[in-house]
């Protein structure tokens, strides 16, 4: 009998073949990958909240509830969102030593890792506003002339001209923002804590807000000059005015007393 002659493979059948392996892979791949990574960031996030939890029951329930609803000591945390959290934690705020008209800065107790726990598990309690990026609140490209027109125009009734703070009614203040952490000042626009009000995006946009920390930066940093010698609460010539004018007419007055009391000891004698 005659054998049949092996049939010869076309030259290019192993490439197709391979292509197709190929795509069958990334098609696979495709279809979990995603699913997979959605998973972890889900599970990441559970655990962020469990661990939370914890904290909250331990620095914050007593105050505010174990289930953020609030107390007659600490009010309801729902909707209050992860960036009033980074804000109150992040600064010292929170938790509060003591109850009074004005809750101040202080040393912060819980590393940046516990402040993100007790953030996500608080942002669980209702939607609110996130923690912003370093791109949303960096000063980097920003209009530090607009920020100083927006913040006279919003800000400076209560923080000062400059950010030096000053006092308001009932034994509270506005806080000095010289050396406050560009995020926290962001957060603080974001949320209004306190006795300050809540600038959203739809009052001050993220460009807006990135303008005023550009010119709290202008004025503030380490390399800042002041032309005028001392700033006297970053006033300007209004307040160095006050300051020549009080001291120095006060000065004259009694250059005068006294050279008329020696002129007239001098006629007795």
Known sequence: MKKLSARRRHP???????????????GLYTAFAPADK??????AQSLAIEEGKKLYAVGCASCHGTGGQGTSDGPSLVGVGAAAVDFQVGTGRMP?????????????????????QLAAYIASFGAGPSIPTKEEYSPEGADAAKGGELFRTNCAQCHNFTGKGGALSKGKYAPTLEGVDPKHIYEAMQTGPQNMPSFPDTTLTEKNKQDIIA?????????????????????GPVSEGLFAWVFGLGGLIAVAVWVAARTAKAKKS
């Open 12 to 26: 290019l059948a192993a490439v197709v073949v391979l292509f197709i392996a190929l795509a069958a892979c990334a």
């Open 215 to 235: 010119y709290l930066d202008a004025v503030n940093s380490d390399k800042t000059v002041e032309p005028g010698g001392l700033s006297l609460g970053g006033l």
């Open 96 to 116: 509060a030593q003591q109850p009074g008209a004005q809750v101040p800065r202080k040393k912060v107790i819980y590393s940046q890792a516990e402040i993100d």
């Open 38 to 43: 959605a998973q972890a960031d889900e599970t």
